[in-house]
């Protein structure tokens, strides 16, 4: 999730190389986003079986992990890049900084994705509600995303900034994909005129405003398997969370993000093996705790905290091809409608 690393998940890579291997070791450049976030140990295995050692670059949000490589495409910083979702595949692709097709070393293509990345993971941005701060308001969740513009419902909802987040971006793709575009904006402007406060960020909407974290707002634009990540670092032991997720028509998002060789980095058959280990076992079962994610491989044993995680039944996931021409004018409108 980039969007999505709860504070104490942030452990797992404390430095750009994990590799302690000899020198004649192949380096592999991996750039990923801000939540990239996988055990050492596993990371160390890769090395030590594949004689190769990992340079992971952080490259902030995924959206700006990408400008990154499109600015250094003339000599790039990476050989494979892990983090590309299907906001993003277009925009990548229309840059020229991914190889066009992978070769048939994985499952057919995913449909949101192409040939030229591999999935990894899937999660959904949805909103969470703070069952505490709902109970205390006496007043019953909102049915629709057209509630929300009621009275009753004034100053309720937090959400990042479509402009500043990818998690932002994706709850109103969210929105335009279900509503239609008119319609959508037109709930936009309703909803700034009930109190909707836009931050920057997901870490400033959910540690700073959302009610579950002593913020005034009961709901916010996060994640389906952040009321699990609750429960999981918990400082005490809980059987149910305190958040859950709300799953409203237009307000449920899907996303998957790949793996895939950038174009001209070089180090493609090192490339490959990271590309086909990330959808091994081990990385599958592992970045559910790791970066709160669903696996992509569908034999994956889902962790046990993951049943306070259910996905949603209904979601949307529009055309890549949809995002990349369009997404840029609507984040603009979307500006225009909601900011200004």
Not at 126 to 148: E, F, H, M, R, W
Not at 271 to 280: A, C, E, I, P
């Amino acid at each position: 999730m980039n969007r999505r690393l709860f504070t104490l998940a942030a452990t797992a890579l404390a430095a750009f190389s994990v590799s302690t291997h000899a020198s004649a070791a192949d380096e592999l450049r991996v750039m990923v986003h801000s939540s990239f976030s996988l055990p050492k140990p596993l990371l160390a295995q890769f090395e030590s079986q594949n004689n190769i050692k990992l340079a992971i670059i952080k490259g902030g949000d995924a959206g700006e992990m990408l400008n990154k490589l499109i600015l250094t495409r003339a000599r790039p910083i990476a050989d494979v890049v892990f983090g590309i979702d299907n906001t993003l595949v277009g925009k990548a692709l229309a840059a020229g900084v991914l190889e066009p097709a992978l070769p048939q070393t994985q499952d057919a293509p995913d449909a949101n994705l192409g040939a030229a990345l591999a999935a990894v993971d899937y999660g959904f941005v949805t909103l969470n509600y703070d069952k505490a701060a709902v109970a205390k308001s006496g007043i019953g969740l909102p049915k629709t995303l057209q509630d929300l513009t009621l009275p009753a419902y004034k100053g309720w909802l937090v959400t990042p900034n479509p402009a500043t987040s990818s998690t932002g971006y994706a709850f109103m793709l969210a929105t335009i994909s279900a509503l239609g575009e008119e319609p959508a904006f037109a709930w936009w402007a309703q909803m700034r005129g009930n109190g909707l406060k836009v931050v920057k960020g997901w870490s400033e909407a959910y540690y700073t405003d959302f009610a579950r974290n002593k913020g005034a707002y009961p709901l916010v634009v996060s994640y389906a398997t952040s009321p699990a990540a609750e429960v999981f670092y918990s400082k005490e032991e809980i059987q149910e969370s305190p958040t859950a997720s709300l799953n409203l028509k237009g307000g449920v998002f899907r996303q998957v993000e790949g793996v895939g060789l950038v174009k001209g980095g070089g180090q493609r058959i090192a490339g490959l093996k990271f590309v086909n280990f990330m959808r091994s076992a081990p990385v599958q079962e592992a970045l559910q705790t790791a970066m709160w994610m669903y696996p992509a491989q569908a034999k994956t044993p889902l962790a046990e905290v993951m049943r306070h995680a259910a996905e949603p039944t209904e979601f949307e996931a529009p055309a890549t091809q949809v995002v990349a021409g369009k997404g840029a004018r609507w984040v603009a409108r979307w500006t225009k409608v909601v900011l200004k």
